[in-house]
Antibody
Framework: QLQLQESGPGLVKPSETLSLACTVS??????????WGWIRQPPGKGLEWIGS???????YYNASLESRVTISLDTSKNEFFLKLNSVTAAETAVYYC??????????WGQGTLVIVSS | DIQMTQSPSSLSASVGDKVTIACRAS??????LNWYQQKPGKAPKLLIFAASSLQSGVPSRFSGSGYGTDFTLTISSLQPEDFATYYC?????????FGGGTKVEIK
């Protein structure tokens, strides 16, 4: 059964870089039928797609974040990563790693709360 | 980018009621539309994929319909455990997008 698990700091200072990793088990990120990506949800608000990466390394980003975000993958470790630069307090949120394909719904990690505060 | 619009943003209903939630895409997405249920403190749970296919383990009181730009999630008889927030999501485009959510509350 495909499972995803986020890891990384739960507290980041304003203007610094948020870095998270997602470990995949029960499946391979080399799959050509799936995208791997990140979704966030500020407290009490809706879901926002951040971006995704294909097994080939091609990336797709939310236009509103594109200048500050990098998503990458390490196929040898079956992991993928999020880096978001110059964060602000408004980016305090639960960050989910996830995978999906055109004909399948999203498989979610459990989510990790990242607080942006000094 | 494809914009997804859900309505209503919230509704109040009683146990046993039939509930309908609408989702509209800004351009055609054929049937690449999924529905999720989210409860507080939990990740969203997939209910319906490909507009009308029921995810394994999801009760049959949930159903989805639609094609192109207009879609509907229906709960035929609302149960106490169904009070939650529901989101639609398009997977037609590589740039994923979600509806704003519909919170279903107890009347």
């Amino acid at each position: 059964q495909l499972q995803l698990q986020e890891s990384g700091p739960g507290l980041v200072k304003p203007s610094e870089t948020l870095s998270l990793a997602c470990t995949v088990s029960g499946g391979s990120i080399r799959s050509s039928s799936q995208y791997w990506g990140w979704i966030r949800q500020p407290p009490g608000k809706g879901l926002e797609w951040i971006g995704s990466v294909y097994y080939s390394g091609v990336t797709y980003y939310n236009a509103s974040l594109e200048s500050r975000v990098t998503i990458s993958l390490d196929t040898s470790k079956n992991e993928f990563f999020l880096k978001l630069n110059s964060v602000t307090a408004a980016e305090t949120a639960v960050y989910y790693c996830a995978t999906w394909g055109m004909t399948m719904g999203i498989v979610w990690g459990q989510g990790t709360l990242v607080i942006v505060s000094s | 980018d494809i914009q997804m619009t859900q309505s209503p943003s919230s509704l109040s209903a009683s146990v046993g009621d039939k509930v309908t939630i609408a989702c509209r895409a800004s351009q055609t997405i054929t049937t690449y539309l999924n529905w999720y249920q989210q409860k507080p403190g939990k990740a969203p749970k997939l209910l319906i994929f490909a507009a009308s296919s029921l995810q394994s383990g999801v009760p049959s009181r949930f159903s989805g319909s639609g094609y192109g730009t207009d879609f509907t999630l229906t709960i035929s008889s609302l149960q106490p455990e169904d009070f939650a927030t529901y989101y639609c999501q398009q997977s037609y485009h590589t740039l994923v997008s979600f509806g704003g959510g519909t919170k279903v509350e107890i009347k």
